[in-house]
């Protein structure tokens, strides 16, 4: 066993087990994540969920025929606890509730007595939640309320649930994590207003559009989190939840930051980032053509539109590229932006079948430490790039080895 990979694994991962534990995830499953061959994988994922002491409620979306033989399902799997561990055949009690969303007016006209009922049956939920049993959710088909479609009934409820029982993240599994057709958009990050704009924007299946429309309801109602994760990959959901990159689409209402790739139309405006650092001499100059060249790739994370860092990754040879030009404007340092474009350069370098990526630099040596890079000596970078090796500037180089 590679402990050294295990323990930087384990440690990177440990700061996001502390952080959910004892929160509240209300966990949208449509019907086609329901299928026998993903089900187990994805119940076995939310058993881990919560045996690390996430609580959570499962809506389920079935069909009337098949809407017992799946609960069934769901029990028999979770009963089976965790497997492949010491927790294995000690069952994970799932508890069946019910959840009335319908809208006020068809209480007899008193928003607050149909308020109150949803209040009542929320507390019902989280009582379920405290005593250490999953909640489950499978509307009937009958509480249609007539002008809705089944699916958006089910949407209406979780979004309904998510708000009775203050949940802190409200999850979407759906197929693919990623609404955007363009691939060169990274957007695991939106805020709620870009998200809203994906969803004028693309052409998106009607069904997918409620469900969507629910999420981003919920997130403006207050829930502070929400997610569309891929049902089909698996792994997906527990990536998500426990790395700095995620594996799907996260939707904040508080910090969010959207990270793309750069195009000409972009480069004045790096340049222009990159003119404080490089007074200060912690950047070297990049001209106009180095940042445009075929060979460089340049990521711009943008807060709301505005950019806020970047990075470029120049291709020195097959197994080594360089990360440069990377900066967090000065007002927007500390808060993750320099680490999260890091690491998505090293996600392009990896793409590209990199080995190593290198830097230079001469006043963040610490900072690329702590992101796992190892001073080195120059003879390691190919001999073509060694030759352009400014000595003056004397920065350190320094490697990471990519896994
Ligand atoms: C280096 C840089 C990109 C980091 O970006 P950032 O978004 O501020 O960093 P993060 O939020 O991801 O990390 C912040 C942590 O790193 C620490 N840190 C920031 N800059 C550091 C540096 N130069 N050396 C050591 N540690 C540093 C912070 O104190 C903070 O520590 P904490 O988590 O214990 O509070 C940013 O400081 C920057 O733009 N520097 C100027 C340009 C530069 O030097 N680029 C690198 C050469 S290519």
Not at 272 to 287: N, Y
């Amino acid at each position: 066993m590679d402990f050294h990979r295990f323990a930087r694994w384990f440690r990177d991962s440990s700061p996001y087990i502390r952080e959910h534990r004892d929160k509240v995830f209300v966990i949208i499953m449509p019907a086609a994540s329901l299928q026998q061959d993903l089900l187990g994988k994805i119940v076995r994922d939310l058993a881990l969920l919560h045996v690390l002491g996430i609580k959570q409620v499962l809506i389920l979306e079935t069909t009337t025929k098949a809407r017992l033989s799946c609960i069934a399902t769901v029990k028999d799997l979770f009963a089976r606890g965790l497997p492949s561990s010491r927790y294995r055949n000690q069952a994970i009690s799932v508890v069946e509730e019910t959840f009335d969303s319908a809208p006020p007016f068809q209480h007899g006209g008193d928003p607050s007595d149909a308020n109150a009922h949803q209040k009542k049956q929320g507390d019902h939920i989280v009582q379920t939640l405290d005593h250490g049993s999953i909640a489950l959710i499978a509307p009937a088909v009958g509480h249609s309320t007539g002008t809705n479609s089944y699916e958006e009934t089910v949407n209406n409820v979780a979004t309904a649930v998510a708000l009775a029982v203050s949940a802190d993240k409200m999850i979407v599994l759906h197929e693919p994590a990623s609404l955007v057709g363009d691939p060169d958009i990274v957007n695991s990050d939106l805020s709620t207003d870009a998200f809203q704009t994906i969803l004028k924007q693309e052409t998106l299946e009607e069904t997918t559009l409620h469900r969507m429309h629910a999420l981003l309801h919920a997130c403006r109602q207050g829930i502070n989190r929400g997610h569309i994760v891929s049902y089909e990959t698996d792994g997906a959901l527990l990536a998500e939840l426990f790395t700095a990159d995620g594996s799907g689409t996260q939707i904040s209402t508080d910090d969010y930051l959207t990270i793309r790739r750069a195009t000409d139309a972009d480069t004045d405006m790096i340049l222009d980032l990159m003119k404080a650092d490089i007074e200060q001499d912690r950047l070297v100059p990049r001209s106009r053509e180095m940042l445009r060249d075929d060979s460089t790739t340049v990521f711009l994370a943008e807060h709301d539109n505005i950019p806020v860092g970047c990075v470029a990754l120049y291709s020195l040879d097959q197994n080594m590229q360089e990360i440069g030009t990377l900066l967090a404007a000065p007002i927007h340092r500390d808060r993750n932006i320099g680490s999260r474009l890091l690491s998505r350069a090293e996600t392009e370098a990896r793409k590209r079948g990199a080995s190593h990526v290198c830097v230079f630099t001469k006043h963040a040596v610490d900072w690329f430490k702590r992101h796992d890079y190892q001073p080195s000596r120059l003879e390691s970078l190919p001999s073509t790039h060694l030759a352009a090796y400014d000595h003056e500037r004397q920065s350190t180089l320094l490697i990471k080895e990519l896994e």
